[in-house]
């Protein structure tokens, strides 16, 4: 078909061509339309309470026993959700060209309801083809001649080879998913039927309005010549396409020309009206939205249950090429913490991120434990890689800072503190809350944006959500789960909070690296944090975490 032609185009190209279309369109049918007429019509449409109650509340039900049909093949598929992603489609078809709403429909039913793709898009394309053959057999029974004739034999072997298609691939398609186990049958397609029986009493009450009293067969005619001709639509809504086609019926059916085509306007106009309204709704409406949960839950907090045990503080230090500042650092890491009268040795190990420098050597000649990724995988894996280790040594508390002296390991028992006194959970030091000797003025800007974003998404008090000093429980240590590689700021807090760990924070100190060169590029960081807390949000009850090597011990 003609539309799907033109999606295998260029984007450019194809874009020009849907922009020229549709100014064509619309300055084609500026000058045909009786203006007088078309803003009488409307007027009196908007002073007819009953009459646009019917016309809305006719295309809700036609919209509403679609979703039943298809939450009917679908069993998994609640209603609600089916409705949302029909109205969200119906609303895309209108702002998008070559009915690119389609695939939002799709979209929508996998977010939010969680049925999966196969299913999604199988149970789409068998229930919009059985629309169009119901339709194009409604249109024949109503008007034959007409019919057949807007039609043509080109759209009568368009419709055949598309029924074709539907069918062969519905029952290859049926036969792997894991929902869907038969074809529509009679059942559904007497409710699609009567789907287009209720859209076309809205098509009756519009053109009502507009001086044109259709008998019931009628409307349903003008429907079904307007609706098969949109699969060739190229502009968003199919205008054009939809105001020629129905035109060309209320034409044969005896309508002057000039009264059809502005009546027609009208008609896809409110169309469009409540396309809009229904697919604004659907974006949001029910939960999650389209675009998939954007806050956590309201977690229980898991209370810590006594303080730990005798076990030492672990101090782990990931660094990628961190040669001329790793050994200062461990330099100032404390060899020993005393809380409540309990000493606990502090044993400081370097997590080698696969650097090309000797980290590894300074690092070990420095008094620090080194263990060696054999190639660069990113701090998320480096941190990962630290507190599988702190959970081995059955570390009473574990705690991690950057190699590269922006944070200082002498502050380390302020951080644990809050453990060992059985307390808290999950310690981050806030840079905000305490001391900044200085702090470029774009990363300041950026920290502080992403800490807003995730203090909405996870509901916490968080005043520093980039911090690179952070502190944790065993417990909390053995539950981490870190989402990706590249990073671990924003994907641990929601990890943890999710699982029912509290989260607090304390003042510390900051300055900024003065050796080396920090990974984090915006565009980079962005586009590796943003994706990978959207599904941690909306992959309920699943690990978040990947699969890693076994380090090397040096």
């Not at 959700?81 to 979209?107: D, F, K, Q, T, Y």
């Amino acid at each position: 078909m003609l539309a799907a032609r033109l999606r295998t185009l260029p984007v450019p190209l194809a874009t020009v061509l849907v922009v020229v279309t549709l100014v064509a369109s619309v300055a084609a049918l500026a000058g045909l339309v009786a203006t007088d007429q078309l803003v009488t019509g409307l007027e009196r449409g908007l002073s007819d309470p009953g009459g646009l109650t019917m016309v809305f509340g006719s295309l809700l039900t036609a919209f509403s026993v679609r979703a039943m049909v298809w939450s009917r093949l679908v069993p998994g598929l609640p209603l609600s959700h089916s409705l949302a992603a029909i109205h969200v489609a119906l609303g895309g078809n209108h702002l998008l060209p070559l009915r690119l709403g389609e695939p939002l429909r799709i979209v929508s039913a996998v977010t939010r309801s969680g049925i999966d793709v196969r299913t999604a898009t199988t149970s789409t394309v068998l229930l919009r083809s059985a629309d169009l053959v119901t339709l194009v057999a409604l249109g024949l029974i109503c008007g034959p001649s007409i019919m057949a004739g807007r039609l043509g034999l080109w759209g009568v072997a368009a419709v055949m080879a598309i029924t074709t298609v539907a069918v062969l691939a519905g029952r290859q398609l049926t036969r792997r998913s894991p929902v869907m186990t038969r074809l529509p049958g009679a059942g559904v397609v007497g409710l699609v039927a009567g789907a287009w029986l209720f859209e076309a009493v809205a098509v009756w009450q519009v053109l009502r309005w507009f001086d044109i009293d259709l008998a019931a067969q009628q409307a349903v005619l003008v429907l079904a010549v307007a609706v098969s001709a949109q699969l060739v639509a190229v502009t968003p809504a199919g205008v054009g396409t939809y105001e020629a086609a129905a035109t060309a019926a209320l034409v044969a059916i005896g309508i002057d020309l000039e009264t059809a085509l502005t009546a027609t306007v009208g008609l896809h106009l409110t169309k469009t009206v409540y396309s809009l309204v229904a697919g604004g709704v659907g974006v949001v409406l029910p939960r999650p939205s389209l675009f998939g949960r954007l806050r956590m839950t309201r977690p229980m907090t898991t209370e810590p249950s006594a303080r730990p045990g005798p076990g030492p503080v672990v101090l782990f230090l990931p660094g990628f090429n961190e040669a001329a500042a790793v050994a200062e650092v461990i330099g100032r890491a404390p060899s020993a913490i005393t809380v409540d009268g309990l000493t606990r040795p502090v044993e400081v190990y370097v997590v080698d991120d696969g650097s090309s420098d000797d980290t590894a050597a300074v690092a070990r000649r420095a008094g620090a434990a080194v263990v060696s990724h054999d190639l660069n995988r990113g701090l998320g894996a480096a941190v990962r890689t630290g507190l599988r280790l702190a959970a081995d040594r059955d570390a009473a508390a574990v705690a991690f800072c950057d190699a590269d002296g922006e944070y200082d390991p002498a502050e380390l028992e302020r951080l644990v503190e809050p453990i060992l006194h059985g307390e808290s959970h999950y310690v981050v030091g806030s840079r905000f809350a305490g001391a900044i000797h200085h702090m470029l003025p774009h990363r300041r800007l950026g920290n502080r944006v992403l800490s807003r974003w995730i203090r909405f998404v996870t509901h916490a008090p968080l005043t520093d959500g980039q911090s690179g000093y952070r502190a944790l429980s065993r417990r909390a240590a053995e539950a981490a789960d870190i989402a990706h590689d590249y990073n671990y700021a924003q994907v641990l807090t929601i990890d943890l909070l999710s699982k029912g760990f509290d989260y607090r924070e304390v003042p510390i100190s900051y300055r900024f690296r003065r050796t080396g060169r920090s990974f984090i590029r915006l565009t980079h960081y962005l586009r590796h944090v943003v994706p990978t807390v959207w599904r941690q949000l909306n992959t309920a009850g699943q690990p978040f975490g990947s699969t890693t090597s076994v380090p090397r011990r040096l």
